[in-house]
């Protein structure tokens, strides 16, 4: 069993940035593939963001492609969201999610889930 908790998130304005950190615990002697998804009021969750073991190769929304920018860092079992350039649109609950292996970029895709932490951009 993995256990993640996500920090980080806030009131920011529109063009600001915000970081996003999710810390794994519990049988973290193995990686995980670690990813975001998003969820927005009355919308599906979605993903934003996945990064692989021991390649660090990156997916990303198209959405977020270009502002955002996930890493890891396996020495401490975390993995950040780096946000740049937010939107209104950007406005969510952020998840943290790990999986053994990549499979995807659906929910259904990843076992392991953090509580969230809300994002909310706004003037």
């Known amino acids: 069993q993995v256990q993640l908790v996500e920090s980080g998130g806030g009131l920011v304005q529109p063009g600001a940035s915000l970081r996003l950190s999710c810390a794994a615990s519990?049988?973290?002697?193995?990686?995980?593939?670690m990813a975001w998804f998003r969820q927005a009021p009355s919308k599906e969750r979605e993903f934003v963001a996945a990064i692989r073991t021991t390649t660090n190769y990156a997916y990303y929304a198209d959405s977020v492609k270009g502002r955002f920018t996930i890493s890891r860092d396996n020495v401490k079992n975390t993995v950040s969201l780096q946000m740049n350039s937010l939107k209104p649109d950007d406005t969510a609950i952020y998840y943290c999610?790990?999986?053994?292996?990549?499979?995807?970029?659906?929910?259904?895709?990843?076992?392991?889930w953090g509580p969230g932490t809300q994002v909310t951009v706004s003037s």
């Open positions: 999610a790990a999986n053994a292996v990549y499979q995807g970029q659906r929910r259904l895709d990843y076992n392991y």
């Open positions: 519990g049988r973290t002697s193995r990686q995980y593939v």
